[in-house]
């Protein structure tokens, strides 16, 4: 007889050491900048409250920002997304986001009160602050996940990821050593409802850190010149195009159907490695990660690069000339066809729905 099939790979404990078990609750880092909380911190909140739930543990916000009205402000969102409490670490020092002071502040807040998850947006602070984290406190951390899960058998997470070059997908979990930390991009993980009248514990803590600890200085806040353009991330509705078009004057009719509808524009990599649209409106993998309403992909082949950063969409209308094409694996709608024909005629026709006082 052989032996049962495992799925477990070897090496893997069962059972936590006791040093390990001390570690409880799933935090997440509220990324805080000029009062404001980015909407990552709350989609991570959701996903959270699902890990915790699946352990039986609390949800923990935390907040490192300078004092002020806006963070009791924002622990109480923290709440009605779904926090059981909020670490809240006040410190004038911690104004302006800076690596070392964060990471002060987060490792010593981990250290004392032991979170066994701690989730962070893979944003550029984010992604910042996670690394400088999990060396500090010589943990694992997997970046850029796309799926978190509990594993039962061994109360770890399952961090999931794309990995060579988005070709394979691996789940990484981090078993002797805590908190598992991960990060997630901005629109990957969906944003909860709000539960209005939730309510949380607070705990306060300070930094003790002085400015003269601190080698870094921040001498101007310039903000980003880009910040006003492509807004692809928290569009609802999304026109993109890809190479099928042919060449960039044929872009034009993405323009023309994303203007009628009111959507945002994007394309895929070639596109933006050929000049005809600007890197920050690049989606997939290496560009944003959406998830609006209504995505129209036209020419686009549907590579797993690209994919991975549309699946979320609510409905994917592909438009291909290839009925084999890999977007009709997951689109919703498929439009097999020549996309400089059908693009203008839908435009035409939302045109006219939309003129006829018809809402879409
Ligand atoms: C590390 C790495 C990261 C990457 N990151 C990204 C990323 O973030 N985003 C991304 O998009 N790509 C990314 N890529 C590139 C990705 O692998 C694909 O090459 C890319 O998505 C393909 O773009 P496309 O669909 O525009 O072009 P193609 O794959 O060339 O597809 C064109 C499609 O148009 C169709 N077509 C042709 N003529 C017409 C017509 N007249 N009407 C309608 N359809 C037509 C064809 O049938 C074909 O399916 C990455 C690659 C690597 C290696």
């Not at 400088?132 to 996940?145: E, H, I, Q, S």
């Not at 002797?176 to 309510?199: L, Y």
């Not at 692809?232 to 099928?244: E, K, S, T």
Request: charged fraction near 20%; proline fraction near 5%.
């Amino acid at each position: 007889m052989t032996e049962p099939a495992t799925s477990r790979p070897a090496g893997r404990t069962v059972e936590l050491d006791e040093r390990l078990k001390a570690y409880k609750g799933v935090w997440v880092f509220m990324e805080m900048e000029r009062g404001h909380v980015h909407p990552v911190s709350w989609e991570l909140i959701g996903e959270a409250r699902k890990l915790a739930d699946t352990l039986g543990v609390e949800v923990w916000g935390v907040l490192l920002a300078t004092p002020g009205e806006a963070n009791k402000a924002a622990a109480q969102s923290a709440f009605a997304y779904g926090a059981d409490g909020v670490y809240l670490m006040e410190d004038a020092i911690l104004a302006e986001y800076r690596t070392a002071p964060y990471t002060a502040g987060l490792s010593y807040l981990v250290d004392t009160y032991k979170p066994e998850i701690l989730l962070l947006g893979a944003t550029t602070l984010g992604r910042d602050l996670a690394s400088a984290v999990a060396t500090t406190l010589a943990t694992g951390l997997t970046a850029d996940c796309t799926k978190l899960a509990i594993d039962m058998d061994t109360r770890s997470m399952a961090a999931t990821r794309p990995t060579f070059g988005g070709s394979l997908l691996c789940t990484i979990h981090t078993l002797k050593a805590r908190p598992q930390m991960a990060t997630v991009r901005p629109r990957v993980m969906a944003m909860p409802a709000k539960q209005a009248g939730r309510t949380g514990r607070i705990i306060t803590t300070d930094l003790g850190l002085k400015e003269e600890d601190i080698v870094t200085k921040v001498l101007d806040y310039i903000p980003d010149r880009d910040q006003d353009q492509a807004q692809l991330a928290f569009a609802d509705f999304i026109v993109a195009g890809g190479r099928g078009l042919g060449k960039p004057e044929n872009f034009r009719l993405v323009n023309d159907l994303a203007s009628v509808l009111g959507a945002e524009v994007g394309g895929t990599r070639p596109l933006v490695q050929a000049g005809w649209i600007g890197a920050e409106r690049q989606i997939g993998q290496t560009g944003k990660t959406i998830r609006p309403k209504l995505y129209i992909a036209a020419g686009i082949s549907g590579a797993i690069q690209h994919r991975v950063g549309v699946e979320g969409a609510d409905c994917i209308v592909a438009i291909n000339s290839d009925p084999n094409a890999p977007i009709f694996d997951f689109a919703h709608f498929g439009l097999v066809g020549d996309a400089t024909k059908i693009l203008p005629a839908l435009t035409e026709a939302f045109r006219h729905r939309l003129a006829t006082g018809n809402a879409i």
